[in-house]
């Protein structure tokens, strides 16, 4: 682990601000930001893309003031990006802010992302070539057959990396097949070894820990709010640029259920419904991924975010 940058004199770890939708992660990390004089480092699967400011939440530019963001706009709408692909653009940048001096601050809710930060997971095959030769081949046999035959290969190969892939991931699926494919073991005990590495800094992550139904009550104003901000006209986009419907865009929650409207199958009001619907599912997911973190997320109560950034601050001393 490497810890050999003056910021590291005043801090012994890096905050890493997560959790579900809607739990106001944003204006905490951006209030410990402008307390410590640190640089927010985007950890969402959606942000990335460019143009999908509303139904993904990205800051404002009133909020963002003159905090230095990383990692949100850096892609073209249906262009894949692997949890490999953040880790490798992550990294780099967080090393560059703490050889200026300054505290990275880490916030977004996409755990993989954030696990492969915290336990040093090395999503890479070493063997590139072998790789996009397996992927080929995969995505072959998908187009011939679908992904069925596929996910039950991986349940029966590797059933442990298969319970937390959604049968319908097909980038997934073939991803796990693919790296088994190339090293001659399977996923699983491929992150299993990689953990051994640890990782690259240490980091601390912190979760506002909200009673359930308050939470789902602040999802179901922020669908709101986001559909009179301009959701629908981020979905005519995506359809004016012709996105794939495979695509991790039309895929995310907000998008899927704008097409549906746009193509005259539902009323706004009932996509904005299951908009609502879908969002506390993920959010869901999200609490069960970080509490199956344990230990290693301390749990804050909410609470005005210069008071939780101040203990935030504190606990990463």
């Given at each position: ?156 190969e590797d059933p442990e990396a298969a319970k937390g892939i959604h049968p319908n991931n097909t980038r997934r699926v073939i991803r796990a097949l693919a790296v088994q494919k190339a090293l001659g073991i399977t996923f699983s005990e491929k992150n299993r070894r990689s953990k051994l590495t640890g990782p690259e800094y240490p980091f601390k992550v912190f979760m506002i820990d909200w009673d359930r139904e308050i939470l789902y009550d602040r999802i179901n104003k922020r ?95």
């Amino acid at each position: 682990m490497n810890s050999s940058f003056p910021i590291f004199e005043k801090y012994s770890f890096i905050p890493v601000i997560a959790g579900p939708t809607a739990s106001g992660k944003s204006a905490l990390a951006l209030e410990i930001c402008r307390t410590a004089g640190g640089e927010l480092v985007c950890a969402d699967s959606m942000q990335i893309y460019k143009g999908l400011d509303v139904g993904t939440a990205k800051d404002t530019k009133e909020e963002i003031g003159d905090v230095p963001h990383y990692l949100t706009d850096i892609i073209e709408p249906g262009t894949d990006f692997s949890v490999y692909d953040y880790v490798s653009a992550a990294l780099p940048v967080i090393r560059d802010i703490l050889e200026r001096g300054k505290l990275p601050v880490v916030c977004g809710g996409t755990g993989q992302y954030i696990s492969s930060l915290l336990y040093g997971l090395d999503y890479g095959t070493g063997d590139e070539e072998a790789e996009i030769e397996a992927t080929k081949e995969l995505e072959e046999e998908f187009s011939k057959y679908g992904i069925e035959l596929l996910y039950k290969r991986l349940e029966e190969e590797d059933p442990e990396a298969a319970k937390g892939i959604h049968p319908n991931n097909t980038r997934r699926v073939i991803r796990a097949l693919a790296v088994q494919k190339a090293l001659g073991i399977t996923f699983s005990e491929k992150n299993r070894r990689s953990k051994l590495t640890g990782p690259e800094y240490p980091f601390k992550v912190f979760m506002i820990d909200w009673d359930r139904e308050i939470l789902y009550d602040r999802i179901n104003k922020r669908v709101g709010i986001m559909i009179d901000n301009g959701l629908v006209d981020e979905a005519k986009m995506l359809l004016g640029k012709n996105v794939d419907r495979t695509s991790t865009c039309w895929q995310a929650i907000g998008y899927k259920e704008m097409l549906n409207y746009l193509e005259g199958k539902e009323t706004l009001e009932q996509a904005a419904d299951r908009i609502r619907i879908g969002t506390r599912h993920y959010a869901k997911r999200q609490l069960t991924w970080f509490r199956n973190m344990g230990e290693d997320v301390s749990l804050i109560k909410p609470d005005d975010p210069a008071v939780n950034a101040g203990k935030v601050l504190e606990m990463c001393k």
